[in-house]
């Protein structure tokens, strides 16, 4: 069976259009924009991508730009997923999180794309693979791999970097048996080079702690608007301790703190999308039970640097679909339908 693959190439527009139209292909993942020093140079690019099981592969090739994540995209994308990056060509330096990163020819990145990101690359190219975060926090536990950088110089990366470039190198597709089965070798391959010494003082958690942890996330999502939600809430729903609770999730600085990054997020969902019935900023927030308006204002606006109005008003990218294997390749789609219309 041969693969549909994507591609989308800023030469598919007029010079004076590739800015807008490379901002929308990146736009889910990463918001691309001129190096400070090169605001006068349009914006340059290429993607390819297809779908793989539940993971994308792809490429992308570019001119030297600065790519950001904010609190905003990661809420708007709803993109859960890590990206995995080998550095075919041009060096990269960031900040992912708190945290400098530097990036050589060679080297292997891997991104959580719920957490923020800032870097300015090179002119180069980037061999990527996007999957699922349940998949490798299987294999490797909850720990932060955000930033977390394979160098060029070790074996293990060496065959994760030949593995990941072979597949998109095939011209044939899989069977949905083989597809899994590509996908377990991947993590496998992942697991084995982060089980070094970067992740050595990371926390363990015992397999029923990563489990519980992962039910409550699903089930603080699944009733974001229940007014009762709360920590107590989760304690009788899961049958747990506030100390066993807290534990699962002290990197994060505790489930209260989950709860109300959370329902923020949905505020910023519900105040952003298009084609929804608008009501009013205090019925959002006191539907998210947040009772207070200054204390809603506040978290907002410190989680999102604007206030809830600035967000209503400003026009931020359409949110696509958090499937990356489905969906967004439909968004991917669009944008390169759209070259025809410019």
């Known amino acids: 069976m041969m693969i549909n ?23 889910p993942i990463f918001e691309p924009s001129p190096l400070p020093d090169e605001r006068k140079t349009p914006l340059e690019g290429i993607l390819r991508a297809r779908p793989l099981g539940s993971m994308v592969v792809g490429s992308t090739t570019f001119n030297a730009q600065r790519f950001s994540r904010d609190r905003r995209n990661i809420v708007q994308s709803g993109l859960d997923y890590y990206f995995v990056q080998i550095a075919v060509a041009g060096a990269m330096k960031g900040e992912f999180n708190g945290v ?59 065959l994760i970097a030949t593995y990941l470039g072979g597949l998109f190198a095939l011209s044939t597709s899989f069977s949905c048996t083989q597809a899994e089965a590509v996908e377990e070798a991947v993590v496998i391959l992942l697991a084995a080079a982060l089980k070094g010494e970067t992740l050595e003082k990371a926390e363990e958690f015992s397999p029923l702690t990563l489990v519980l942890r992962q039910r409550v996330m699903a089930f603080i999502k699944q009733n974001i608007h229940l007014p009762e939600m709360s920590q107590e809430l989760i304690q009788r729903r899961f049958n747990v301790s506030r100390t066993h609770l807290y534990r699962a999730f002290a990197a994060d600085g505790g489930v209260t703190k989950v709860l ?43 989680r999102f640097g604007v206030t809830p109005s600035e967000a209503r008003a400003e026009l931020f990218i359409a949110q696509p679909p958090a499937r990356p294997n489905s969906d967004l390749f439909t968004y991917f789609s669009d944008v390169r339908n759209q070259a025809t219309k410019i």
Do not use: Y
């Open 5 to 27: 693959d994507i591609f989308i190439s800023t030469t598919m527009v007029e010079a004076e259009h590739r800015n807008d139209f490379w901002r929308a292909a990146a736009g």
């Open 100 to 158: 400098s990163v530097n990036v050589e020819v060679g080297d292997i990145l891997i991104a959580d794309l719920a957490q923020t990101l800032t870097t300015e690359t090179k002119a180069g190219c980037r061999a990527s693979t996007l999957f699922p975060r349940e998949h490798l926090e299987k294999a490797v536990g909850f720990r932060n791999l955000h930033g977390i950088v394979l160098k060029a110089g070790c074996p293990m990366t060496k």
């Open 260 to 302: 109300r990054d959370m329902r923020l997020d949905a505020a910023f969902v519900e105040l952003t999308r298009r084609n929804r019935p608008s009501r009013s900023i205090t019925q959002i927030a006191a539907s998210l039970g947040f009772s207070n308006g200054n204390q809603f204002l506040r978290g907002f606006r410190a």
